[in-house]
């Protein structure tokens, strides 16, 4: 796998059937009825206003605050919060992004392929892809009160 020179030697299993429905923005946040790309437009999406077309993070960093999340440093998982991981190439531009499952291990979708459950999120670093650079959270909305009270807690204790 060219583009994924680790994933051969990694734990992973294909998880959908390949689609150009929707792309690794879209599948990280869970909204995949339709790409979200920046700049916008069709057959894009993009939430918030659109900058002139860049891979620059200060554009994805708008995108996911928009959404509720925030930078944090760990890749560990925490229960009662969502993390993303964002690859990055050597000049700090975007170039994917894989979300947490709750079990600890990452999901993503690789381009116009197959969604993909990876073990580790050097998996997919290397190619095409560069490696991850930034990590962010958010707590899960379909938590309830009291559990969005323990995982807050929890998400001090491990920031």
């Given at each position: 796998?060219?583009?994924?020179?680790?994933?051969?030697?990694?734990?992973?299993?294909?998880?959908?059937?390949?689609?150009?429905?929707?792309?690794?923005?879209?599948?990280?946040?869970?909204r995949?009825?339709?790409?979200?790309?920046?700049?916008?437009?069709?057959?894009?999406?993009?939430?918030?206003?659109?900058?002139?077309?860049?891979?620059?993070?200060?554009?994805?960093?708008?995108?996911?605050?928009?959404l509720?999340?925030k930078q944090?440093?760990r890749?560990?998982?925490?229960?009662?919060?969502?993390?993303?991981?964002?690859?990055?190439?050597?000049?700090?531009g975007?170039?994917?992004?894989?979300?947490?499952?709750?079990?600890?291990?990452?999901?993503?979708k690789?381009?116009?392929?197959?969604?993909?459950?990876?073990?580790?999120?050097?998996?997919?670093?290397?190619?095409?892809?560069?490696?991850?650079?930034?990590?962010?959270?958010?707590?899960?909305?379909?938590?309830?009160?009291?559990?969005?009270?323990?995982?807050?807690?929890?998400?001090?204790?491990?920031?």
């Amino acid at each position: 796998m060219g583009t994924f020179p680790n994933l051969a030697s990694s734990p992973h299993q294909e998880t959908s059937k390949p689609s150009d429905d929707y792309n690794c923005v879209a599948w990280a946040i869970e909204r995949d009825q339709r790409r979200w790309w920046q700049p916008g437009g069709a057959p894009f999406f993009w939430p918030v206003a659109a900058a002139p077309r860049s891979r620059l993070m200060v554009i994805y960093f708008e995108c996911f605050a928009s959404l509720g999340f925030k930078q944090c440093k760990r890749r560990l998982r925490i229960p009662g919060w969502q993390k993303i991981a964002i690859y990055t190439d050597g000049g700090g531009g975007f170039l994917h992004v894989a979300s947490q499952l709750p079990d600890g291990k990452w999901t993503s979708k690789l381009g116009r392929g197959s969604d993909i459950c990876h073990d580790s999120l050097e998996a997919i670093e290397g190619g095409g892809y560069g490696r991850v650079t930034y990590t962010m959270r958010r707590l899960d909305p379909t938590l309830g009160r009291v559990r969005i009270l323990l995982a807050r807690l929890a998400g001090a204790l491990i920031a």
